[in-house]
């Protein structure tokens, strides 16, 4: 039986040790190396991993360009990026960067088990809380010839219109909430669903966003709603 080739990356000694310990009980997977760093990981020649199962919390490391550099590095392996509280509009972005499949660190073992076997396979896994979500048909936008939704047919509410012209604008959600009267939490709300509307991936998009439907022609009616 051909095993499934895994390299853990993980920088908490505990948690590393203890995931380490369940791959390998299992007869179908092979932990070809465990490390704390993917520094460290890809230092390590001749692993030939076939799923690279990563932590989205290593310290003073920008999990994004982690996940860029494992696939610059290792582009014949998957990606599983592991969490605790995935935020939807992050997620899109760690979808564009490569990532096949995501899992809770409070999932169960055959969840967690279940994710590895699917993604080796082939398949794309989200978090079971977005499945079926609108988020789950962008990502499926996403990853189907770079497809995305027709930004006519997008409503948006007077307060999501507020923020993505602040955010054309430069302003941090910290600077739209005191310009606005919002709780940053709440902008930061308001920021995810513009994401998950327009199916964009960064801040930067909706800025440009912003400033092609400014140079846009008018037309009949409004298809926003208040």
Not at 20 to 30: K, N, P
Not at 110 to 136: E, N, W, Y
Not at 167 to 188: F, P, Q
Request: hydrophobic share 40%; proline share 3%.
């Amino acid at each position: 039986m051909k095993k499934i080739r895994v390299l853990l990356i993980e920088d908490n000694r505990l948690l590393r040790e203890g995931l380490a310990a369940m791959l390998i009980e299992q007869r179908d997977i092979a932990l070809v190396a465990s490390a704390g760093s993917a520094e460290t990981a890809v230092k390590r020649k001749g692993l030939q991993p076939n799923i690279i199962l990563l932590d989205l919390g290593l310290r003073s490391q920008n999990s994004l360009r982690v996940v860029e550099s494992l696939k610059r590095h290792i582009p014949s392996a998957r990606i599983i990026v592991m969490d605790l509280a995935p935020v939807q509009s992050e997620l899109f972005e760690y979808v564009g960067a490569g990532v096949d499949g995501f899992v809770l660190k409070d999932a169960t073992l055959d969840d967690f088990l279940s994710t590895i076997r699917t993604v080796a396979q082939g398949g794309k896994v989200l978090p079971t809380s977005l499945a079926g979500s609108l988020f789950s048909q962008i990502v499926d936008q996403a990853t189907s010839k770079g497809k995305r939704i027709p930004t006519t047919l997008v409503r948006m509410t007077s307060r999501e219109r507020e923020v993505i012209d602040l955010i054309a604008e430069g302003l941090s959600n910290k600077e739209i909430a005191k310009r606005l009267y919002l709780a940053t939490d709440t902008v930061k709300g308001h920021v995810h669903n513009i994401l998950e509307k327009l199916a964009l991936h960064t801040r930067l998009e909706v800025a440009s966003y912003a400033h092609a439907r400014r140079t846009e022609k008018p037309t009949r009616g409004n298809k926003d709603s208040a």
